[in-house]
Structure formats: C-alpha cells, structure tokens
C-alpha cells in the first residue's frame, strides 16, 4: 500500500469523524427518540447503527454508479445536495407530528375527577389519569404498534435519504488512478468511523442520561423528541449541518 493511499486511508478517517461529530442530526435524533420511547442502549444503538449503514450505501450507491457512468463530481454533488434537502425537509416534517403527537399524548397525563356513589345515595369522587388506569392499553398495545414500530422506520428511511457530502469526493480521488482496492478500502473505513462515531457519541448521551432526573417532564418526552428531530432538519437547511 502506497504512501498515497495510507494518506488517503488516514483523510478519509479524519474528515468522517469530524464531518459525523460537527452534524448533530446523525446522533440527536436517536438520544432523542429512543429516551422517549423508553429504549434500552442496545435497541438504540442496533437501530442507529443500522441508519448509519443505510446513510452511508446512499451515497455509496451514488458514487460507484457516476463512477462507472462517468458522471461529472459537480452532477454528483448536485443531486447529494438534492437529497440532503429532500431529507431535511422530511426529518422537519416527521418531527412535527411526532411533536403534535406527543402533546396529544402527554394530556392522558392530566388526573382529572370522576364522581361516583356506592348505591347508599352518597356520592364521592375520585381522581385518576389515563396513562396510569389504561396503561395496559395505551403503552402495551399501542405504543407498540402505534409511533413505537413506526419512529425507527421513518429514521432509517430519513438517512437512507440524507447524503454523505464528502465521501463521493474521496471516493472519486483514487477512481481516477484506477486504484480500485484502494477506493474499497477508504470507503470501508469512512463507514466504519461514521458508524462507530454515531454509536459511540450515541452510547454516551444515553448513559448520561440515565443519571438526569426527569421527574414530572417525562410526559413531553415525545414532544420534546419531536422538537428536536424538527430542529435538527432545520439546522440541515439553515447551517448546512
């Protein structure tokens, strides 16, 4: 191996830790969402491991095809521009229902009162809330089938859509010597630093979480989620995260 391509190897690791570290839509999104649904670290590192790999076969997939069909870098980097709007559009768009979901959802939080009598004419009345007396219900069933089963799927679909702007750059730097093993070889370890970034960074929000009180907030942790997912699309747009 080349001092050339070591060099490359080397770049292609810095520019993925950085590029992956300065974005906060490839983590935040999944801290956030997995505290509200109540995931356990593994659920949520499978699941931003598996977003990982289908945001970095997007681009992948892009590169190889405008490197076999010889495609111009500057075509190839307007249509990855393309997709990030389209998928930060999308991440804002989800958010936002996610976010009015969870405001809906976290009024069953509210204990309102009930009056009832016990047939000797007395009435007496109670208070309860829907989260604790139909919780069979709602966090059982529902929360399974319901944003539960949906939220992962809509993040993987919103990354397999985000681009990874700077790896079809690298990518078209030793395509254009014909070092294909060497094109192989960068692009494996790009994956594998983006990847181990997000799980990492991802793995550490989440355990520091554990030791945040969040007594009487958890009720808007979907909204909260919501919030965020928005305002990471947002950044997207507006700063080009």
């Not at 500057?74 to 969870?102: K, N, P, S």
């Not at 929000?205 to 919501?226: I, P």
Request: net charge neutral; glycine share 14%; aromatic share 8%.
């Amino acid at each position: 191996m080349t001092n050339e391509t070591l060099m490359l190897i080397w770049g292609a690791a810095s520019i993925a830790f950085i590029h992956t570290l300065l974005g906060p839509d490839h983590y935040l999104p999944f801290v956030a969402v997995g505290k509200a649904r109540g995931w356990g670290l593994s659920q949520t590192i499978v699941t931003t491991v598996l977003c990982g790999i289908g945001h970095s076969v997007g681009s992948i997939l892009l590169g190889l095809i405008g490197v076999i069909a010889g495609k111009a870098l500057a075509d190839l980097e307007m249509i990855e521009a393309l997709r990030g709007d389209v998928a930060a559009w999308v991440l804002i768009a989800f958010g936002l229902v996610y976010l009015v979901w969870g405001m809906k959802r976290s009024q069953r939080h509210k204990s309102h009162r009930h009056m009832h009598s016990h047939g000797d004419g007395i009435f007496h009345s109670h208070s309860h809330n829907h989260t604790v007396s139909h919780a069979h219900i709602h966090e059982g069933g529902q929360r399974q089938k319901g944003m539960g089963y949906f939220a992962p799927w809509a993040l993987f679909i919103i990354f397999v859509l985000g681009p990874c702007e700077p790896l079809i750059p690298l990518m078209m730097i030793p395509a254009a010597q014909g070092e294909w093993m060497s094109m192989i070889v960068m692009i494996g370890v790009f994956m594998l630093v983006t990847i181990g970034t997000m799980a990492v960074i991802v793995a550490g929000a989440m355990m520091g979480l554990k030791s945040v009180d969040f007594s009487g907030l958890e009720k808007y942790a979907h909204a909260f989620a919501g919030g965020t997912l928005s305002l990471c699309g947002l950044g997207m747009i507006t700063l080009g995260l």
